[in-house]
């Protein structure tokens, strides 16, 4: 009997970077784990595209996979580009562009 996670992923390997594809013009998301405890999601960005300026609750991780993306986190600029990682931390105002097409790892973990 396997396990199967909230994305529908059986207990298995599985290559972060074919489990989303890019999309014209769009910002693409799957959601790998979801839990009271955190959520890791897989995005997809095109080239130009990104998230407007927002907080969240939560500290974040992002993870680069491919690409290269610009975050703004309470207005201090960081370029990431594949294998680099930053923490977005709670509560503070963050935002990104895509400079290339790029996709990113993003880990949520919750607390009280």
Do not use: C
């Not at 991780?61 to 931390?89: C, D, F, H, R």
Request: charged share 20%; aromatic share 6%; no cysteine.
């Amino acid at each position: 009997m396997s396990k199967t996670g909230s994305s529908g992923l059986a207990a298995k390997v599985s290559n972060l970077l074919e489990l989303i594809d890019y999309q014209e013009g769009s910002v693409v998301s799957r959601t790998i784990i979801d839990k009271k405890t955190g959520t890791v999601t897989l995005f997809a960005f095109d080239q130009n595209q990104g998230l407007s300026e927002h907080t969240a609750p939560f500290d974040a991780l992002v993870y680069v996979l491919e690409g290269e993306v610009n975050i703004a986190i309470s207005g201090k600029p960081l370029k990431l580009t594949q294998g680099e990682m930053t923490v977005m931390p709670a509560n503070e105002p963050h935002a990104l562009i895509a400079i290339t097409r790029f996709k990113m790892l993003l880990t949520m973990i919750k607390s009280n």
